[in-house]
């Protein structure tokens, strides 16, 4: 624009696209859109991040091709725009973009739901511990991250509390085939490998993504707070039974069932646990308010 005398309109109808359409990605990454219309917000980044990335190269072509000279548009050659560096940072952003979308497959699971209050998927492949995975019913329109459990070995599993339309829609139309990407990245328990005693706090279905450090080696000797409501209605006896039984635990596990003991302070727990136990972290998987609890006592 402070260029405008020798700037084409094509260029700066095209730059002023692009930029609209991030604003409109970020006013949709906003907390209050992003976690009460999570859809929407998906979708609005998808569509409008790819709608900007093809005028991107519309903006490289035509700012290539032009020649304030004489005010006009040149014939374009490869040898001209493999010297601009606009080009391949667009080809960069372009590869970043799409590289995700390789990983994507769509596999075989096996939903069980023993309440109305989460449902187990199973997958084929295990996982090491720590990390998360992406699903989807309809890949273009949402994905959505759940912590998983497994052994390493044969299968792994994600836990999936019925907290929205996705997740109900699991339990009461259960699929038989599910997108997933085939990366998987790490969740912030991740971090347990980097010390050698950890106390871990859960919450509800946060508690998965926890399991798979009882159910394989590390270097942290680890304790465990779970505090949940109907535990064995909802999660199942096996899986209060492997936080009880697990060698790596020790016996340093409190959990915790509101439905029969009432509500807690999972502050209160979590502080008391990790001085016992001498903790060097605390690692804590909870709703936002939960979270902010725990680390307030923490501290």
């Not at 759940?146 to 390493?152: H, K, L, P, R, W």
């Not at 915790?256 to 302070?265: E, K, L, Q």
Request: with cysteine; charged share 15%.
């Amino acid at each position: 624009l402070q260029h405008r005398d020798v700037t084409p309109g094509e260029v700066v109808g095209v730059a002023s696209a692009i930029l609209g359409l991030l604003a409109l990605s970020c006013m949709a990454a906003f907390p209050l859109v992003r976690h009460l219309h999570h859809n929407v917000f998906e979708r609005t980044h998808r569509f409008a991040g790819w709608s900007a990335l093809a005028l991107l190269w519309v903006f490289v072509v035509l700012s290539a091709g032009y020649d304030p000279a004489t005010a006009s548009y040149h014939r374009l050659t490869g040898a001209v725009l493999v010297k601009r560096q606009d080009l391949w940072l667009a080809a960069a952003i372009t590869f970043f973009t799409f590289l995700p979308w390789l990983t994507v497959r769509r596999v075989p699971v096996a939903v069980t739901a023993r309440s109305s209050h989460a449902s187990v998927i199973t997958f084929q492949g295990g996982v090491q511990g720590g990390l998360l995975g992406r699903i989807s019913r309809s890949p273009l329109s949402e994905w959505h991250a759940f912590g998983i459990i497994s052994d390493n070995e044969e299968t792994h599993a994600m836990l999936a509390g019925a907290v929205g339309d996705f997740t109900r829609a699991l339990i009461s139309d259960p699929p038989k085939h599910l997108w997933v990407r085939g990366v998987h990245f790490a969740g912030l328990p991740y971090l347990l490998n980097m010390y050698r005693r950890a106390t871990m706090v859960a919450t509800g279905s946060g508690i998965c993504v926890l399991m798979s450090f009882l159910m394989q080696p590390g270097p942290a000797e680890l304790s465990l707070v779970w505090v949940a409501k109907g535990i064995e209605a909802n999660y199942g006896e096996e899986m209060k039974a492997a936080a009880y039984s697990s060698e790596r635990l020790r016996g340093r596990v409190i959990v915790h069932d509101t439905a029969v003991m009432g509500r807690p302070d999972v502050a209160a727990l979590a502080v008391d646990a990790a001085r016992r136990w001498g903790s060097e972290v605390v690692v804590v998987t909870s709703n936002p308010e939960g979270s902010r609890d725990v680390v307030t006592g923490c501290n």
